[in-house]
């Protein structure tokens, strides 16, 4: 690595390592660049060759983040392709409830992504996936029939659904993955081989019972008016 391309390294790390301060003292994603320039002590110039835009920024945080997520996943013990899937959802809600504000004003700011030519961040692995549900069939817990490129489509939509409207929202994360989980066991039942099937629905109902226990104050409120 030459000198020029290590101080662009630093510089790229201390810009974002600002920009998340900016982010969690604000509760929002409106920050400047010209801000982000002053208290990284650098030209205006410099985030916008580093980053091009604030989008681009945007996506560097969330590649850093990223790979921090990578990691703990490879920690964990494997299993088979079901129970991998859901182990990266238990891993990703925790990942997203160690800080909050910070990652809904982020998923708040990048609805819009599509418009912008880029990709939504909660739909940023869908070869993750692909793969996943390609393990799925190869592991025979799902029918050979099922095209794994649309069944991960499916999973991802509803995933990428819930966390837009987590962001959107004042309820807790932890309320993300019982509703992602539901969704995914009703959808995985209904194409896995029969044993899992079986399996999946055992889960969902897990998943329901959860799911009413967060109901259950809210109803004893409106009973209550």
Sequence with gaps: MTRKTEADSAKSELLIAIARDLIRESGDFELSMRELAARAQV????PYV????KAGLISAILRADQA??????????RGDAFHDLFKSLTAGVAFYAESQPFY?????????YPEKGETEPARENPDRFVRTC??????????????????AETLL????????????????VQFVEPRVGFGWCAVLAGVAVESHAERMRRKM???????EDFAAPRREVLAGD
């Design 134 to 151: 390609r393990r799925a069939i190869n592991e025979g817990l799902v029918r050979p029939g099922v095209d794994p490129c649309v069944l």
């Design 104 to 112: 809904r004003a982020l998923f708040r700011e990048t609805h819009a």
């Design 43 to 46: 030209s205006l110039r410099t």
């Design 157 to 172: 939509d509803i995933f990428a659904a819930n966390v837009r409207t987590w962001a959107a929202s004042n309820y807790d």
């Design 68 to 77: 921090v997520y990578r990691e703990k996943l490879r920690a964990l013990p």
């Design 50 to 53: 580093i980053f091009g835009s």
């Design 205 to 211: 109902q897990d998943f329901q019972t959860t799911l």
